[in-house]
Structures are given as C-alpha cells and as structure tokens.
C-alpha cells in the first residue's frame, strides 16, 4: 500500500513539474510575441493616426466629424501598417542586411561586390519594367485588349522575363564587381583607404535611384499619365514614412520606459478614434454619407468596410413620393439621350443630316433652340440630369470615368418609382450603370438593360412594348446611345472631311430614333408617350483651338438639341434659353406630379411651356454651366446664359457673348458692354453662392 502510494506521489510530482515547465514556456513564449509584437502595433497606431489627422484636416472636419473621419481611416490603416510593419520586420530577421552587407565588405573596409550588387538591381528593375512594358504592349497589339487572353497568356510569358531579369542581374553584378574591385584596389594603394565604404555605397546607391525614378518620370512617364490623378497615393505615403519613423525612434536605446508609454497612449487614441467611427456608424449615418462624399482617404475605407447602399437604407429621411398634381393625367415619358450630341449637324437646327426620324418629331412637337448641357462632359452632366440638380452641387467621387453620387441624392426615377410608375433603363455602358459599382445612376430603375450596341438596345423597348399587359402602370423608360461618342476613335483630327464620320453615326442613331417611336405610334392614345430626346454634352469640332469636349464651356461642347414630342405638345420652336437640369422638374410635373423646389432641385420645370400653358419668352430663359476641379479637370470654369447674353468665366477672365448675333462666339464683348457684363456677373456671383448651399 505504501509503495503504491509513492508511486502515484511521485507520478504527481513529476506531472506538476512539467506543468509548470509547460505553463513557463508557453507564459514566456506569449511575452516575447507580444514584446515582438509590441512595436509593430504601436508604430502602425501612430502611422495611422497622425496620417489620418493629415488627411481630415479641413475647414468642413471639425468635432465630432473630424474624430469620425479620422476614426475611419485609422480602421482600415491601422492593420494595413501592422501587417506592412509586421512583414517588413520578418523580411529584415531573415535577410538580416547588416550580415549581408558585412559579407560583401572587404577586410579593408571596401565594398565594391555591394556597390555592384546595388547597382545590378537598379539596372536589373529598369530593365524589368521595360520588357514588361513591351510584354504588355506586344499582347494588347495582338488580342485587340482581350482581357482574358490576355491574363492567360502574361504569366508564362512573364517568368521567363523574370528569370532572364535575374540572370542578367547575376551577371551585371559580376562584371561590375569586378571592374568596382580593380579601382577600389588601385584607390586603396594611391590613398591608403577605402573609398567605397558601406554607408557611402547605400547613400550613392539610394540618391542614383531616385535620380533615375525622377528622370524616368519627366523623360517617359509623365506625358503618358498626364489624365492620372495620383492625390490619393499622399495618405499611403505619409503613413508608411511615418512608419518608418517611428520604429527608428523605437529602436533608439534611450528612455525605454518613455517609449512604452508613449507607444501604448497612441495605441489607446488610436482606439478611441476607432470606436468613435463605429458609433458614428450607428447613431449619425447622414455624417457618415457626408464623410465619404469627401475625397479622403476615409471615404475610401468607408466604402471598404461598409455597403453604402444599407448605410442610406438608414437615413432618416421623407416619403420619397412625390405630390400629385390634382387632375394631371399620368403620362408614359420616354426620355432618349445621345451621347456628344451635337445640334448643328441636324437639318432640323440647320445643319447637313436629313435625320427624318428626328425631323419628323421636331414637326408634331416642340424644338428647343437654346437648350445647354450643365457640363461639358458625360458624369458631370448625366448626373445632373438625374437629380435635377446644378452639377457643382451634386456630391460624390470619381469613378473610374464616372462619378459615384452620394447615396444622400435622390434621382429622377426613384421618384417616380415611388409616385406608382414602372421604371426602365436601357443603357449602353457599364462604367455609368452597372449595379454592382454603385454609382446612382441606377437607383429608382427596376428593369436595367445595359448593351453597348444600340441595335440591341432598340430590340429591348421593342420587346417591352409588345409584351406591357393593358393594366400595366405608366411607365418612364430612359434609353442612353454611346455611338456619337466613339466617331473619331479618339483621332484629334477635326478636318471638314471627317465630319462625315459623325454625320452617318447620326444618321444610324436616327434610324434607331425611328423604330422606337414606330413602336409607340400604334399604342392607343393614351398610351402615346410624352417623348423627349437631347445629349448630355455637344462635341467641338475644333472650335476655339479643341477638339472633342471636357475642355471648355463655348456652344460647342455645351449646346444640345432638345425636342419635345406626344400628347398636348404643341408644334413650335421655342428661342427661351433652358438648361437639362430643368428636364427632371418637367417630367415629374409632366407625369402628374409636383417637383420639389431649391435646395432639392436647382431646374425650373417647363411643363407650362411645353403643354401650351404660358407662351415663351426669349429674356426670360437661363442656363447654368460648370466644371469641377477632379482627378481629370484642373481647372474650374463657369458660363451663364441669361435671355440671349451668355457669360463664361474661364482662367481667371470674363468674356461676353451676344448669342442672337454671335452664336459660335467669336466676338468677346465684355470690354465693350460694361453694363451688361456687371450684370451678367452678379448673376453668375448669386449662382455660386446657391452652389454652397447642401441639397440635403
């Protein structure tokens, strides 16, 4: 009995020691991960934060805005830099650079194998970016930009570059090792020291690849990206110096416990400021809207880590329905824009194509003379459009080509939507409608077609129209061609001959305009669509030294066909000056609805006009045009038209235009109408200081 209680003692005993040997190791494993660990979190915090503070700072960031701006950036930067520092810091224990670079040092103190080594890398990175620049061009000539082809066929190919890179590399650092050792051995004999020491070796390597980064951007790069915004790589950047900083102050021997505090209090700000974002999140998600519509950094990992959609689904905000006009018939609208839809190439506005389809329209319905795009370019102007609102009052972010409205505006067909109507979108292009993007265009609209060909986009209406059932809902259909668009291939060329190019796609689209409104001619009378076909900017064709548009805000890139066709629309031709930002209050009011006023819509809606209702007044009319400073705009330019006078602000000068008797504005007449022109300055003054104001 005895022995067996022994036994099982000492069996306790000894697995208690190696408990506590397991309980030891394990406790000391955690504690040097964490002390491992440590300076990672710390220098990522203070990278993100003071980053972060960079980026938000402004005059509209103040308070609670600010710490939620900053707050939302530090989310998504803080484990970026952590990992950055994390992954750099493994790279650096492994590689251990300060053993490399004693390796390559000779006893002398020479180091010529590593001035060869960094000098083969820097050649051996320019020669990669080189063969992978003609890999590339080589494969875009070859499959016309084939996407898939493209991908399949790059990895192979791009191996073998590589390996050719490294084996080339190897081979520059021996011959150059060789050619660096004779002369450090020929200025150790004359000078009795070593000239090309390790730190002078990293300092003359480090400046000759900045010298040849910078060489290499003004020599090739920079006219090759000069439509590239890269405002959004100063975040990226100030953070990872940052980072850099902070784990050279960490790894300084002094004031280690001062270190600790100071590391855990950024931690601790950096955790406030997280927690503060994710409130804001709950309790104040129009602040939070208003955030992302900043070009920041924070709007950025907004996007990121939230669905913007499901934040606006929590907006506290009005019935979207609109109010109805008593006894106002509910009217089908088929709304058709053009793509670079010039008005002087229509017979119908005196130009050369026939365009029967659209001449045909123009005789049963209204023509509008003057009518002006809000921009001279499609996501400023289609935007506007949409929401009824001034182009430099609409929020959101650029896209791609697009622009990402501010999930806070409200468009044209989700008010219509909720007013009762069937709504549809056939579109020609993804970047401006494709769901998944999010960029507003397409909210409101529950039938979404998107082709690029405008034949298939014809076979879509067409089909709708034969299978709508007898008791369907009135319907608003908006159809968008792209085909004006493309009639250069991107050609700068403007000769007369070449116009002819446009004149047949405009005479296609015509064609197309035909059978749409062939379709809606046999429906019964009240079925018969109010019908309304413009473009979202005009095209120059050279004028004022630029081709195409995007550039200026003359007539040529501004001025758009607009014409009115269907039921209780008058034939005429109207000389009142309006704008495309009025189409959105006309169709509510059109459909049988009230628009809502300023702030929510800047346009005046034409319905009077139009039905009849108030005769025309050719001083009565105005339009309003911008453009805003983005990653493709430098500049920002205004123009006003006012009855038949039209100012443009432009480059820091005015210039006045009599539109009767000067419509290709030639003749600047703001020296010598100075009455007029402070006028027409006041004007344009009161519009930009209506475009402060938030339409929220």
């Not at 390559?104 to 990669?128: C, E, Q, S």
Request: with cysteine.
């Amino acid at each position: 009995m005895k022995s067996c209680h022994s036994f099982w003692s000492r069996l306790a005993a000894v697995v208690a020691e190696k408990s506590c040997r397991l309980t030891y190791y394990r406790g000391h494993v955690i504690v040097r991960a964490a002390a491992w660990i440590a300076p990672s979190i710390a220098a990522a915090a203070f990278a993100a934060v003071a980053a972060a503070c960079h980026d938000a700072a402004g005059p509209f960031s103040v308070g609670l805005r600010l710490a939620a701006s900053v707050g939302f950036a530090v989310l998504v930067a803080w484990p970026a830099a952590f990992l950055v520092s994390a992954a750099a810091r493994v790279i650096v224990h492994v590689w251990r650079p300060r053993q490399l670079v004693t390796t390559l040092t000779d006893p002398g103190g020479g180091a010529p194998r590593l001035a060869a080594w960094l000098l083969a890398l820097i050649l051996g990175a320019a020669l990669l970016a080189l063969l992978t620049h003609q890999v590339v061009w080589i494969f875009w000539r070859a499959t016309a930009f084939k996407p898939r082809s493209m991908s399949l066929a790059l990895g192979p190919v791009m191996i073998v570059v590589v390996a050719i890179v490294v084996l080339a590399t190897r081979v520059a650092a021996a011959g150059i090792g060789a050619a660096l050792t004779w002369f450090e051995g020929r200025w150790a004999a004359r000078r009795g020291g070593a000239l090309l020491t390790p730190r002078r070796v990293v300092i003359a390597a480090g400046a000759l690849a900045v010298a040849a980064g910078w060489l290499g951007w003004h020599l090739v790069l920079r006219r090759r990206f000069a439509g590239v915004s890269f405002a959004g790589l100063t975040f990226p950047v100030i953070a990872l110096a940052l980072l850099v900083a902070a784990h050279a102050a960490w790894n300084l021997d002094r004031a280690a416990k001062l270190r600790r505090i100071a590391g855990w209090s950024v931690v601790a700000i950096a955790a406030i400021f997280v927690a503060t974002a994710l409130w804001a999140r709950q309790s104040r998600p129009t602040m939070v809207l208003g955030l992302w519509g900043a070009d920041r950094f924070s709007a950025d990992a907004i996007d990121l880590v939230y669905d913007l959609y499901a934040i606006r689904d929590d907006v506290p905000k009005s019935d979207l329905t609109p109010a109805p006009r008593p006894g106002a018939p509910r009217r089908d609208v088929l709304l058709i824009t053009i793509d670079t839809f010039r008005p002087d190439r229509l017979r119908v506005y005196g130009g050369p194509v026939p365009a029967p389809a659209l001449a045909s329209l123009a005789a049963r319905g209204m023509v509008f003379e003057w009518a002006f795009a809000p921009a001279n370019m499609t996501r400023r102007s289609m935007t506007a459009l949409a929401t009824g609102l001034a182009s430099p009052r609409i929020r959101g972010r650029v896209n791609g080509w697009a622009l990402r409205m501010d999930p806070r505006h409200i468009t044209l067909a989700e008010r219509l939507r909720a007013g009762g109507y069937a709504t549809v979108g056939l579109f020609c292009c993804e970047g401006f409608w494709e769901r998944r993007r999010r960029l507003g265009l397409d909210r409101g609209i529950d039938d979404l077609f998107i082709r690029h060909d405008g034949e298939d986009l014809v076979a879509a209406y067409l089909a709708r129209v034969a299978a709508r059932p007898p008791d369907a809902p009135p319907t608003f259909t908006w159809i968008h061609f792209i085909e004006l668009h493309e009639w250069a291939g991107g050609n700068p060329d403007m000769a007369p001959e070449r116009r002819r190019m446009y004149d047949d796609i405009l005479g296609r689209i015509d064609g197309w305009v035909g059978q749409l409104t062939a379709a809606t001619d046999g429906l019964p009378p009240e079925r018969q669509p109010i019908v309304i076909i413009t473009g979202d900017h005009s095209e120059a064709f050279g004028e004022h030294g630029a081709p195409f548009h995007g550039s200026d805000l003359y007539n040529s890139q501004i001025r758009v066909p607009l014409i009115v066709a269907g039921p209780s629309v008058p034939a005429a031709r109207v000389r009142e000056a309006v704008s495309l930002i009025d189409l959105a209050p006309t169709i509510l009011e059109l459909a049988g609805f009230q628009a809502p006023g300023f702030p929510y819509m800047d346009g005046r809606s034409l319905a009077d006009l139009i039905t009849g209702a108030r005769p025309q007044d050719p001083d009565r009319g105005s339009a309003y045009a911008a453009t805003i400073i983005d990653r493709y705009v430098r500049d920002r330019r205004s123009a006003l038209v006012d009855g038949h006078w039209k100012l443009i602000h432009q480059l820091g000068r005015w210039e006045l235009y009599d539109l009767l008797s000067d419509a290709n504005e030639l003749r600047d007449l703001s020296l010598g109408q100075p009455a007029r022109l402070a006028e027409m300055q006041a004007l344009i003054r009161a519009r930009w200081q209506r475009d402060r104001v938030s339409p929220f």
